[in-house]
């Protein structure tokens, strides 16, 4: 089952920042928060990842609360091609462990 | 960033008849890959856990004897709907974790299945 939950879909003005929240109170220590997304039709895109720090890669940016029981993902300028189903998935680094993916956000960059 | 080739991308069967999705591991190698099924405006579902080398791991309520996988390598992994149904149309995306790196899973573009 995902241990993650995501609100079911965001809209975004272009060239404004998308916040994407997700909450995953039950993380362990040794998980990683995963954010990847899915453009229609397509497999899932990695995005970003983080442990406990903030990250940014020239993809996003993930900001991971200090408990670590909730994160957002930051898209800083939204573009259309934004447009997709994002999904947070919490792992365990270098475990193979199954892995479930939640309902996701559909973020919609409008014009 | 690493590469996992799925392929066909769609194909279109008639019931009854099997059809075999392959994924390919191109730059790395995967001891697991994972299968989900995607229905329309749903996310994706888990299906079965691929092992090099040993049996795959099914989740609950889906049939392995209708859903082969074989893991014959350690960048190949295969996915066989036997008896196809049309209940079986979907979208079908294997996934392959990288043993360096950033431990992420990266994704196969997807199969697109219609059974008619």
């Known amino acids: 089952d995902a241990k993650t939950t995501q609100p079911p879909s965001m809209d975004c003005a272009e060239g404004r920042a998308a916040n994407l929240p997700c909450n995953h109170s039950?993380?362990?220590?040794?998980?990683?928060v995963y954010w990847y997304r899915q453009i229609h039709s397509q497999g899932p895109q990695y995005i970003i990842h983080?442990?406990?720090n903030n990250e940014t890669n020239e993809m996003a940016s993930l900001i991971i609360t200090e408990d670590r029981k909730s994160s957002t993902l930051i898209l800083p300028h939204a573009t259309l091609r934004d447009t997709a189903v994002y999904y947070c998935i919490v792992l365990q680094l270098y475990n193979f462990n199954k892995f479930y993916f939640g309902s996701g956000t559909k973020l919609n960059v409008k014009p | 960033g690493a590469v996992v080739s799925q392929h066909p991308s769609r194909v279109i069967c008639k019931s009854g008849t099997s059809v075999k999705i392959e994924c390919r591991s191109l730059d790395f190698q995967a001891t697991t890959m994972f299968w989900y099924r995607q229905f329309p405006k749903q996310s994706l579902m888990l299906m079965a856990t691929?092992?090099?080398?040993?049996?795959?791991?099914?989740e609950q309520g889906v049939e392995k004897d209708k859903f082969l996988i074989n893991h014959a390598s350690l960048t190949l992994s295969t996915l066989t709907v036997t008896s196809a149904h049309p209940e079986d149309s979907s979208f079908y995306i294997c996934?392959?974790?990288?043993?360096?790196?950033?431990?992420?899973?990266?994704f196969g573009q997807g199969t697109r299945l219609t059974v008619v």
């Open positions: 996934s392959a974790r990288a043993l360096t790196g950033g431990g992420e899973a990266f």
């Open positions: 983080g442990l406990k």
């Open positions: 691929s092992n090099e080398g040993s049996k795959a791991t099914y």
């Open positions: 039950t993380i362990s220590g040794n998980e990683y």
